[in-house]
C-alpha cells in the first residue's frame, strides 16, 4: 500500500518540473524583444538533413505563431505552413525522400521543424501571426549533396583550396567532427563542409556570423556572384579512428554470450545481439537499406557479417562501377542484387551496432515492373539509347550506300550535281 504515495510525489514533482520549464520559455520570451526591423538569420544544410528554426522572439499577447515561406524576398507566391489549428504534426519516421515541403514540416513549441529538407527548400522562413504579422525571419540554404567531393585523410589528401576572385572570397567551412562510427574495431569519422563567400557588397538586411560572410545559397548574394560560386560543391573530409566500447556495453555482451551457451544447451532459440529484419530480395533487382533512427548528419557504418564496409572503399562516387556503395544521407545501395550479396547487413549508428538487415536473394517470384524503380528507368534508358543508335547506324549505312550508287551508276549526273555546286 506504500507505492501510491511515491506515485503521486513523482507525478506532482514531475508537474512542477514541466511548468518551470513553461515559465523559463515564457521568460525567454520577455527578455527577447522583436527587431524592429525585420533581419534574416543565415543557415545552411546539406540535403536530406532534418533542421529546427526556433522563433526567438514573439510578442507577449500571441499565444501561438504561424510560419511562412518566400522563395525569394517580395516574392508574390507565399506559403502559410500551418493549419491554423496547431494540429498538423509530422513524425521523420514517416517522411520519405521527395515529399513536398507540406508534408516534412512540423510546428511544435513555436518552433518549425522541416525534415529531409531538400535544395527547392531553400528560401526565407517567417515567424509571425495569421495576421502576416512578421516577428523573426531566417535564410535558409540547403545545399545539394550532388558532386559532394570526398577528401581521405589517410591517403594524405587535402580540402578543397579557397578561390579567390577580386573581393569575392569562396571557401569551405567544416562542421565539428563526428564520433567514431565504431567501437572497439577499426573505425572511421568525417565532418562536413559547407561552401561559403565572403564579400563586401552583400545584402545589409542578412545578419552574418562573421562580417562580410554568409553560405554560397544565401539570398544575400548578388545573382552575378552566384555563377561563380556554383562549381564550389560541399566537402566530406574523412579519417580512420578506433575508441573503446563503454564498459556497458562490455558487460551486456558478457552476459549474452552466457545466455547464448545456456540457451544452447537447454534448446532454447538464439539470441542475436542486435534486432535483426528478415528481407527477401530478388535476383536481379535494386535494394536500398536504412539505418533506424539514423540521420545524415549522424556517424553511421555498415558491415556485412564480420566484414566492415568502409567509406574509403564503399562511399558514393569512390568508383563510377560500384554496385555497392554508401550515399551521403548513410543509405547502403546494392544494385542488381546477386546471389553472393546474402548475409547479415549490420548497422552502427554514434558508435553503436543496433540493428541488422538478413538479406536473403531468390530468382523466383514475380515482381512486377514499375517506373518509380529505378531498375526499371535504367533499363528502359539502355533500351531506348541502344534504339537510338540502332537507327542512326541504320540510317547511315542507307546513306552511304545511295550515295555509292549515284556516284557509280549516274557518273554524268554526279557531276553536273558538282559543278551546280
Excluded at 493549419?83 to 511544435?108: C, K, N, P, W, Y
Excluded at 563542409?193 to 544575400?220: E, F, I, M
Aim: charged letters at 20%; a positive charge; proline letters at 6%.
Amino acid at each position: 500500500m506504500r507505492p501510491a504515495p511515491t506515485i503521486v510525489l513523482l507525478w506532482a514533482w514531475g508537474s512542477s518540473l514541466q511548468a518551470f520549464e513553461i515559465v523559463e520559455k515564457e521568460n525567454i520570451f520577455q527578455r527577447t524583444p522583436c527587431p524592429a526591423f525585420l533581419m534574416f538569420d543565415n543557415a545552411a544544410y546539406l540535403a536530406d538533413m532534418s533542421f529546427e528554426l526556433p522563433c526567438h522572439c514573439k510578442p507577449e499577447d500571441v499565444p501561438t505563431v504561424v510560419w511562412y515561406y518566400q522563395k525569394h524576398l517580395g516574392s508574390s507566391h507565399t506559403v502559410v505552413l500551418t493549419d491554423f489549428d496547431g494540429r498538423l504534426l509530422t513524425e521523420a519516421a514517416h517522411v520519405r525522400v521527395g515529399s513536398s515541403m507540406l508534408v516534412r514540416f512540423s510546428i511544435r513549441m513555436f518552433s518549425l521543424l522541416v525534415f529531409r529538407a531538400q535544395p527547392e527548400d531553400s528560401g526565407l522562413y517567417f515567424c509571425g501571426t495569421h495576421k502576416g504579422d512578421y516577428f523573426y525571419a531566417y535564410d535558409v540554404d540547403i545545399q545539394s549533396s550532388e558532386g559532394m567531393v570526398a577528401t581521405f585523410k589517410d591517403k594524405g589528401q587535402e580540402p578543397l583550396p579557397d578561390e579567390y576572385y577580386g573581393s569575392l572570397h569562396v571557401f569551405t567551412t567544416f562542421w565539428e567532427w563526428t564520433p567514431c562510427d565504431r567501437c572497439g574495431v577499426h573505425g572511421e569519422r568525417w565532418r562536413l563542409g559547407l561552401c561559403y563567400l565572403q564579400n563586401p557588397d552583400l545584402s545589409p538586411r542578412y545578419l552574418k556570423t562573421l562580417p562580410d560572410v554568409v553560405s554560397c545559397g544565401s539570398r544575400a548574394v548578388p545573382r552575378k556572384l552566384h555563377i561563380k560560386t556554383k562549381y564550389h560543391t560541399p566537402e566530406l573530409l574523412i579519417q580512420s579512428c578506433q575508441v573503446p566500447c563503454e564498459k556497458k556495453g562490455l558487460i551486456q555482451k558478457g552476459v549474452l554470450a552466457i545466455y547464448n551457451y545456456v540457451s544452447k544447451v537447454g534448446n532454447r532459440p538464439w539470441l542475436p545481439q542486435v534486432p535483426i529484419q528478415f528481407h527477401q530480395q530478388r535476383l536481379g533487382h535494386g535494394l536500398i537499406i536504412s539505418c533506424p533512427g539514423a540521420r545524415p548528419e549522424h556517424a553511421v557504418a555498415w558491415d556485412k557479417d564480420h566484414q566492415p564496409l568502409y567509406r574509403t572503399q564503399f562511399l558514393k562516387g569512390v568508383n563510377r562501377s560500384m554496385r555497392v556503395f554508401i550515399d551521403h544521407g548513410n543509405h547502403l545501395h546494392i544494385r542488381f542484387t546477386q546471389l553472393s550479396d546474402r548475409g547479415i547487413y549490420y548497422c552502427w549508428r554514434q558508435g553503436l551496432k543496433i540493428a541488422g538487415f538478413r538479406l536473403g536473394v531468390t530468382s523466383r517470384g514475380r515482381y512486377p515492373a514499375s517506373l518509380s524503380d529505378p531498375e526499371t528507368r535504367s533499363a528502359m534508358e539502355l533500351a531506348l539509347i541502344g534504339y537510338l543508335l540502332i537507327t542512326a547506324v541504320f540510317v547511315t549505312v542507307h546513306l552511304c550506300r545511295c550515295c555509292y550508287h549515284s556516284f557509280r551508276y549516274c557518273p554524268n549526273f554526279s557531276a553536273h550535281t558538282l559543278l551546280q555546286l
